[in-house]
């Protein structure tokens, strides 16, 4: 079983819809959570950077943690299709090295 | 501000064959890493640097791939002998601070796509 696990799409949906992307994992010990958003033959650039539970809003943009249930999820208000794009989401200990999930693949349709 | 630079994009090279690649991380960062990403996976973390030392460096097969960091910029990570499953892209990222600070934002270059044929 991998320590992060995510859908890997992908998910179409109409310019404009609300994008709901999640993930899962199993080591409690995570305490940094992230989503990084990855284009076509280009590196990963970080959207959004959650400590703890709770929720985190940025724009189009909302990152939620339940720790609890060891869930994570991200979500897209209003989408365009420049948000066509694979999404990963990341996480880490204190102190160590960041453990990626699979990334979902995202395309918003005009 | 200039971002992570990495070179070449594309590589194609037969198994056995070896490979390198480089990386200059965003000026005045001190914590530079090397990720492999296979087509359809997430990032996988093959070696951290902090300045020129390796902080960790658990998952790189350490009996073909081979980093280094010289002056603490710069980095090249090789690959001798490659073989099949080393097709990826490889990524090369920095961070002003190490992975430990509660604020490390790490910057990806654009990786470089290796086929070994």
């Known amino acids: 079983q991998k320590e992060v696990e995510q859908d890997p799409g992908p998910l179409s949906v109409p310019e404009g819809a609300i994008v709901s992307l999640n993930c899962t994992y199993s080591?409690?010990?995570?305490?940094?959570f992230m989503w990084y958003r990855q284009y076509s033959r280009k590196g990963p650039e970080l959207l959004m950077y959650?400590?703890?539970?709770g929720n985190k809003e940025d724009g189009r943009f909302t990152a939620q943690v339940d720790k609890s249930s060891k869930y994570i999820s991200l979500f897209i208000r209003d989408s365009q299709p420049s948000d066509s794009a694979t999404y990963l989401c990341?996480?880490?200990?204190?102190?160590?090295?960041?453990?990626f999930g699979g990334g979902t693949r995202l395309m918003v349709k005009p | 501000e200039a971002g992570v630079a990495q070179s070449p994009r594309y590589k194609i090279i037969e198994k056995r064959q070896s490979v390198a690649f480089w990386c200059n991380p965003i000026?005045?960062?001190?914590?530079l890493y090397w990720y492999q990403q296979i087509l359809g996976q997430g990032p996988k973390l093959l070696i951290q640097?902090?300045?020129?030392?390796?902080?960790?460096d658990s998952q790189l097969p350490k009996d073909r791939f081979s980093a280094e960091r010289l002056k603490g910029v710069d980095s090249t990570l090789k690959i001798q002998p490659a073989k099949l499953e080393d097709s990826a892209v490889y990524l090369c990222?920095?961070?002003?601070?190490?992975?430990?600070?509660?604020?490390?934002?790490?910057?990806f270059g654009p990786g470089t796509r290796l086929t070994v044929l």
């Open positions: 990222a920095s961070s002003l601070v190490g992975a430990g600070a509660q604020n490390n934002e790490q910057f």
């Open positions: 000026s005045g960062h001190a914590t």
């Open positions: 640097f902090q300045n020129n030392g390796v902080v960790d």
């Open positions: 080591n409690s010990a995570f305490q940094y």
């Open positions: 959650t400590y703890s539970s």
């Open positions: 990341a996480m880490r200990t204190a102190g160590n090295m960041l453990t």
